[in-house]
């Protein structure tokens, strides 16, 4: 089963910076957040991931709660190429999607 | 690398015969994972690999699903007999093993199958 909780659904306006919220309450202190994405009927796109800082890369920003039990993805410029289903997962071997938040970009 | 390579990237099939989807991981990665994606239950874990040996099966809906991964480049899923309700997308995902799973999983492009 999962254990994320997401709104399923957001909207943003292009350039400016896209925030998709998760729950993790349950997590562990071995388990990692991961972020992927996928556009369309695409194979899903890995975003990013961390344990308990905070992390970067040419993507996203992930902003993890000093309680681990929720974080943040940050889309700094969102494109309507962005658009997409977002995912967040805790994983410890597998990773088990649940149904995600569904960004739509509009120009 | 080329990625993850799923073939074939579309099957159409009758309801009854066999099906089999392949998978080709990036090399050196240490586990395999298959799964499914449909509209009504979204991507579901099937049953995923570490060093060729099977982990966790305890997706695969049914005993006309089987898996299996002869050696570290090559998987298959295979359904027999295939059944409409088994038309859905599969991807096929592969990643290094490391410690608690500080580590990305790469996903194929799938294999969308239709069984009429």
């Known amino acids: 089963d999962a254990k994320t909780t997401q709104p399923p659904s957001m909207d943003c306006a292009e350039g400016r910076a896209a925030n998709l919220p998760c729950n993790h309450s349950?997590?562990?202190?071995?388990?990692?957040v991961y972020w992927y994405r996928q556009i369309h009927s695409q194979g899903p796109q890995y975003i990013i991931h961390?344990?308990?800082n905070n992390e970067t890369n040419e993507m996203a920003s992930l902003i993890i709660t000093e309680d681990r039990k929720s974080s943040t993805l940050i889309l700094p410029h969102a494109t309507l190429r962005d658009t997409a289903v977002y995912y967040c997962i805790v994983r410890v071997e597998a990773l088990i999607f649940g149904t995600g938040t569904r960004l739509q970009v509009f120009p | 690398d080329a990625g993850v390579i799923q073939s074939p990237r579309h099957e159409v099939t009758e309801m009854g015969q066999e099906v089999t989807l392949r998978c080709k991981p990036i090399?050196?990665?240490?586990?395999l994972f298959w799964y499914r994606q449909t509209m009504m239950r979204g991507l579901e874990l099937l049953i995923y690999f570490n060093n060729n040996v099977p982990i966790d099966d305890s997706g695969m809906p049914e005993d006309r699903f089987s898996a299996k991964m002869p050696n570290a480049s090559f998987s298959t899923l295979k359904i027999q007999p295939s059944e409409p309700r088994d038309s859905a997308v599969y991807f096929c995902?592969?990643?290094?093993?490391?410690?608690?799973?500080?580590?990305?999983?790469?996903f194929g492009q799938g294999t969308r199958l239709t069984v009429v």
């Open positions: 995902a592969s990643s290094l093993a490391r410690f608690g799973g500080d580590t990305e999983a790469f």
């Open positions: 961390g344990l308990k």
């Open positions: 090399s050196g990665h240490d586990y």
């Open positions: 349950t997590i562990s202190g071995n388990e990692y």
